[in-house]
């Protein structure tokens, strides 16, 4: 998790496995740091749906418009369809009431836009200046799943998320025969 390519091209030289780099936007300075770094490697790349102007877009629209430019410099920079995360940037709700739904909006929009691609979002962002973050947190979540997201910046040891995420899964069809949510049963993880 860094904009400094130098530091990037060291943490992949120790880490193990296949790295997922967060993250990348239209950021002109962030891409001439980044891109020659991750340019035809195997890592994850998580690519904010912000311009160049550092502003987060606040409509759905202008989020997949970023996402259009991100994806075309992606792919000619050798990264893989399938190895990017587009990240259409959770906001905090109490600052604007259209924050939730243009947030999920864009996660339709761009799964359904872009064959291949995968969703992301740190999803607490969400939830700041709230009261009792964790019940907006899970909520949200329960619904980024149902509008496509398939990944997820948050607390793995929240139980009642953790729980929420499996049953939202079983019922979405991403669980067959819902063997996580029966394993995670088994082994006492579900917490109501």
């Given at each position: 998790?860094?904009?400094?390519g130098k530091?990037v091209?060291?943490?992949?030289?120790?880490h193990?496995?296949?790295?997922?780099?967060?993250?990348?936007?239209?950021?002109?300075?962030?891409?001439a740091?980044?891109l020659?770094v991750?340019?035809g490697?195997?890592c994850?790349?998580i690519?904010?749906?912000?311009?160049?102007?550092?502003?987060?877009?606040e409509?759905?629209?202008?989020?997949i418009?970023?996402?259009?430019?991100?994806?075309?410099?992606?792919?000619k920079?050798?990264?893989?369809?399938?190895?990017?995360y587009?990240d259409?940037?959770?906001?905090?709700l109490?600052?604007?009431?259209t924050?939730?739904?243009?947030f999920l909006?864009?996660i339709?929009?761009?799964m359904s836009?872009?064959?291949?691609?995968?969703t992301?979002?740190g999803?607490?962002?969400i939830?700041?200046?709230?009261?009792?973050?964790?019940?907006?947190?899970?909520?949200f979540?329960v619904?980024?799943?149902?509008?496509g997201?398939?990944?997820?910046?948050?607390n793995p040891?929240?139980?009642?998320?953790?729980?929420?995420i499996?049953?939202a899964?079983?019922?979405?069809?991403?669980?067959?025969?819902?063997?996580?949510?029966?394993?995670?049963?088994?082994?006492?993880?579900?917490?109501?």
């Amino acid at each position: 998790d860094s904009a400094n390519g130098k530091a990037v091209e060291k943490a992949m030289n120790v880490h193990k496995g296949t790295p997922m780099i967060n993250s990348i936007s239209m950021d002109s300075e962030q891409q001439a740091a980044l891109l020659p770094v991750v340019r035809g490697t195997d890592c994850k790349i998580i690519g904010l749906c912000m311009g160049d102007r550092g502003t987060p877009p606040e409509t759905a629209d202008d989020r997949i418009s970023v996402a259009d430019d991100l994806v075309e410099t992606l792919q000619k920079n050798d990264i893989p369809t399938e190895n990017i995360y587009l990240d259409p940037l959770a906001q905090c709700l109490s600052t604007n009431d259209t924050y939730g739904i243009e947030f999920l909006n864009s996660i339709q929009m761009l799964m359904s836009r872009f064959e291949g691609i995968h969703t992301i979002c740190g999803l607490s962002n969400i939830s700041y200046g709230l009261p009792k973050r964790k019940i907006v947190n899970r909520v949200f979540m329960v619904m980024a799943i149902k509008s496509g997201m398939d990944a997820a910046i948050t607390n793995p040891k929240d139980r009642k998320m953790m729980s929420n995420i499996l049953a939202a899964e079983a019922l979405m069809g991403k669980d067959p025969f819902c063997e996580n949510y029966l394993m995670a049963y088994r082994d006492e993880k579900l917490e109501e």
